[in-house]
C-alpha cells in the first residue's frame, strides 16, 4: 500500500516535471520565432539610426551627434542635411557640420558611424527639448530627442531714480538650477528701433556662479524717452542671454511758450518754459545749458543767457530765457533749440526763424534774379549809376540770396 502511494506521486512529479519543460520549449520557440522573424524582414532601403547626443553647457554654439548605418542596411546611406525642430515648432536648418555635407550629400558605409559636430546656437532654448532630424536619400532619416542644459540668466525690475535721468538700476540673477557659471560681457538697450550697447558700474565682465546674484547701475540717458517702451537685454560671453521689457516712466513735462526773434534786435531771442513734474521728490530742475542746433548739424551756444546758467527751474512755474546769440544771418531757416538739465532731462523744440524786413539786418540782401537773370535791366533802371556790381553768397538761407559787398 506504502508502496503504491510513493510510485504515485513519483509518477506525478515525472509528469509535473515534462509538462513544464514541454511549456517552457514551447515559449522558447515562440519568443525565437518572432524575433527570427524580425530578422528575416531585411530593409529594402537605407535606414540609419542617432546613436548618441552630446552637448556642452559651456559652449552653446555646437551639439555632437553620432549617426549609425546597421549592418542589416542593404547599402551605403546618403546622410542629406540635418534639421532641429523646436517645442515651439520652428525647423532649423544646420548650415555648418563637421565634417562638411557636401552638396551630393555625405556617403556613410554599412556598419559604419560618423560623429558631426553641428554648429547651431541653441541658447535660446536652454532647459528646452529638441528634435534633431537626420534626412537621408533615398532611404530611411533618423530622428533623435534630447533636452539641453539649462542655464538661466535672470533680469529683475528696472529702477529708474527721478532725480538721475542719465542713469537706471538693474539686477541680474544667475538661476539656482543653471549648470554652469556664466561670464557678463555687455547690456543692450533697445528703444524706438533704436539700439545701444551701454556702460555700467562695475564695469563688465562679471562671472556669476548659479544662484548669485548682483546690482549694476547702466550710464545711459533714459530721460529722453520718457513713457516709451524700452527692452534691455544682458549678453554673457558663452552666448546666453537675459532679457526684460519695460515701460520708461513719466516724470517730468515740458511746456514752451512765446518763442520770440525780433526783427528791430536781431542780437537775441526769448522763449518761456514751464515745467510740470509727476513725482513728489522731483519739485526743480537744474536748466545747464541752451543749444541750438543748425540744419547742417552744426550746434551752437547763446554767449549769454538770462536769467543765467544755472538756472533752477521750479515745477508748476513759468520762466522766460533770454539768448544773446545774433541770428540775423540765419533767417528762414529752422532750428532746434535744446534745453539741459544736471537730472539728465531735456527739451527740445523746433523754431523757424523769420525774414527779415528788407532793409534790417547788416547788409541787404537781394533777390538772385536781380543779378543773374535781368541784370541788364537792372543796369537800365539805373540811369548809368549802377556800372558793376560786386557780390557774395550770404550766410543765410534765403535760397541762393545774395549780398551786396561793392558797387562801383
Given at each position: 500500500?506504502?508502496?503504491?502511494?510513493?510510485?504515485?506521486?513519483?509518477?506525478?512529479?515525472?509528469?509535473?516535471?515534462?509538462?513544464?519543460?514541454?511549456?517552457?520549449i514551447?515559449?522558447?520557440?515562440?519568443?525565437?520565432?518572432y524575433?527570427?522573424?524580425?530578422?528575416?524582414?531585411?530593409?529594402?532601403?537605407?535606414?540609419?539610426?542617432?546613436?548618441?547626443?552630446?552637448?556642452?553647457?559651456?559652449n552653446?554654439?555646437?551639439f555632437?551627434?553620432?549617426?549609425?548605418?546597421p549592418?542589416?542596411s542593404p547599402?551605403?546611406a546618403?546622410?542629406?542635411?540635418?534639421?532641429?525642430?523646436?517645442?515651439?515648432?520652428?525647423?532649423?536648418?544646420v548650415?555648418?557640420?563637421?565634417?562638411?555635407i557636401?552638396?551630393?550629400?555625405?556617403?556613410?558605409?554599412?556598419?559604419?558611424?560618423?560623429?558631426?559636430?553641428?554648429?547651431?546656437?541653441?541658447?535660446?532654448?536652454?532647459?528646452?527639448?529638441?528634435?534633431?532630424?537626420?534626412?537621408?536619400?533615398?532611404?530611411?532619416?533618423a530622428?533623435?530627442?534630447?533636452?539641453?542644459?539649462?542655464?538661466?540668466?535672470?533680469?529683475?525690475?528696472l529702477e529708474?531714480?527721478?532725480?538721475?535721468?542719465?542713469s537706471?538700476?538693474?539686477s541680474?540673477?544667475?538661476?539656482?538650477?543653471s549648470?554652469?557659471?556664466?561670464?557678463?560681457?555687455?547690456i543692450?538697450?533697445?528703444v524706438?528701433?533704436?539700439?545701444?550697447?551701454?556702460?555700467?558700474?562695475?564695469?563688465?565682465?562679471?562671472?556669476l556662479?548659479?544662484g548669485?546674484?548682483?546690482?549694476l547701475?547702466?550710464?545711459?540717458n533714459?530721460?529722453?524717452?520718457?513713457?516709451?517702451?524700452?527692452?534691455v537685454?544682458?549678453?554673457?560671453?558663452?552666448?546666453?542671454?537675459?532679457?526684460?521689457?519695460?515701460?520708461?516712466?513719466t516724470?517730468?513735462?515740458?511746456?514752451?511758450?512765446?518763442?520770440?526773434?525780433?526783427?528791430n534786435?536781431?542780437?537775441?531771442?526769448?522763449?518761456?518754459?514751464?515745467?510740470?513734474?509727476?513725482?513728489?521728490?522731483l519739485?526743480?530742475?537744474?536748466v545747464?545749458?541752451?543749444?541750438?542746433?543748425?540744419?547742417?548739424?552744426?550746434?551752437?551756444?547763446?554767449?549769454?543767457?538770462?536769467?543765467?546758467?544755472?538756472?533752477?527751474?521750479?515745477?508748476?512755474?513759468?520762466?522766460?530765457?533770454?539768448?544773446?546769440?545774433?541770428?540775423?544771418?540765419?533767417?528762414?531757416?529752422?532750428?532746434?533749440?535744446?534745453?539741459?538739465?544736471?537730472q539728465?532731462?531735456?527739451?527740445?523744440?523746433?523754431?523757424?526763424?523769420?525774414?527779415?524786413p528788407?532793409?534790417?539786418g547788416?547788409?541787404?540782401?537781394?533777390?538772385?534774379?536781380?543779378f543773374?537773370?535781368?541784370?541788364?535791366?537792372?543796369?537800365?533802371?539805373?540811369?548809368?549809376?549802377?556800372?558793376a556790381?560786386?557780390?557774395?553768397?550770404?550766410?543765410?538761407?534765403?535760397?541762393?540770396?545774395?549780398?551786396i559787398?561793392?558797387?562801383?
Open positions: 500500500m506504502a508502496m503504491g502511494r510513493a510510485m504515485n506521486r513519483i509518477v506525478f512529479a515525472l509528469t509535473l516535471t515534462l509538462a513544464l519543460m514541454v511549456g517552457a514551447l515559449s522558447y520557440m515562440g519568443v525565437v520565432g524575433y527570427l522573424s524580425l530578422e528575416l524582414k531585411v530593409p529594402e532601403k537605407p535606414a540609419i539610426s542617432i546613436s548618441s547626443f552630446k552637448v556642452s553647457a559651456d552653446p554654439t555646437f555632437n551627434i553620432t549617426v549609425l548605418n549592418t542589416f547599402g551605403e546618403v546622410i542629406s542635411g540635418i534639421n532641429v525642430l523646436v517645442s515651439e515648432g520652428n525647423v532649423y536648418k548650415i555648418s557640420t563637421e565634417p562638411p557636401p552638396s551630393g550629400g555625405y556617403r556613410l558605409k554599412v556598419g559604419a558611424s560618423e560623429t558631426f559636430k553641428c554648429f547651431w546656437a541653441w541658447a535660446n532654448y536652454t532647459g528646452q527639448s529638441i528634435s534633431i532630424v537626420v534626412f537621408v536619400k533615398d532611404g530611411s532619416g530622428v533623435f530627442t534630447a533636452t539641453l542644459p539649462l542655464v538661466a540668466v535672470e533680469i529683475g525690475d529708474f531714480d527721478p532725480g538721475k535721468g542719465e537706471f538700476n538693474i541680474i540673477r544667475s538661476g539656482e538650477k549648470a554652469v557659471s556664466v561670464d557678463l560681457e555687455g543692450r538697450v533697445i524706438d528701433g533704436s539700439v545701444y550697447d551701454v556702460e555700467s558700474e562695475p564695469p563688465l565682465p562679471i562671472n556662479n548659479p548669485d546674484s548682483l546690482n547701475t547702466c550710464k545711459w533714459w530721460a529722453a524717452y520718457q513713457g516709451g517702451s524700452i527692452t537685454i544682458v549678453r554673457t560671453r558663452q552666448g546666453y542671454i537675459g532679457r526684460i521689457e519695460s515701460v520708461i516712466p516724470y517730468v513735462a515740458f511746456n514752451v511758450s512765446r518763442v520770440t526773434f525780433d526783427p534786435n536781431t542780437s537775441c531771442f526769448n522763449f518761456t518754459v514751464s515745467m510740470s513734474s509727476f513725482h513728489e521728490s519739485n526743480a530742475l537744474n545747464t545749458e541752451v543749444t541750438i542746433m543748425l540744419k547742417d548739424g552744426s550746434i551752437l551756444k547763446p554767449s549769454k543767457t538770462v536769467p543765467e546758467l544755472p538756472y533752477v527751474l521750479k515745477a508748476s512755474s513759468a520762466t522766460t530765457f533770454t539768448c544773446e546769440w545774433g541770428w540775423a544771418s540765419y533767417a528762414g531757416e529752422e532750428v532746434t533749440i535744446t534745453i539741459n538739465t544736471s539728465g532731462y531735456s527739451l527740445s523744440f523746433q523754431h523757424v526763424i523769420p525774414h527779415l528788407r532793409g534790417k547788416e547788409d541787404t540782401v537781394l533777390s538772385p534774379y536781380i543773374f537773370r535781368d541784370l541788364s535791366r537792372a543796369n537800365k533802371a539805373s540811369s548809368g549809376f549802377l556800372s556790381v560786386m557780390y557774395e553768397p550770404t550766410t543765410a538761407t534765403l535760397a541762393p540770396a545774395l549780398r559787398s561793392a558797387i562801383v
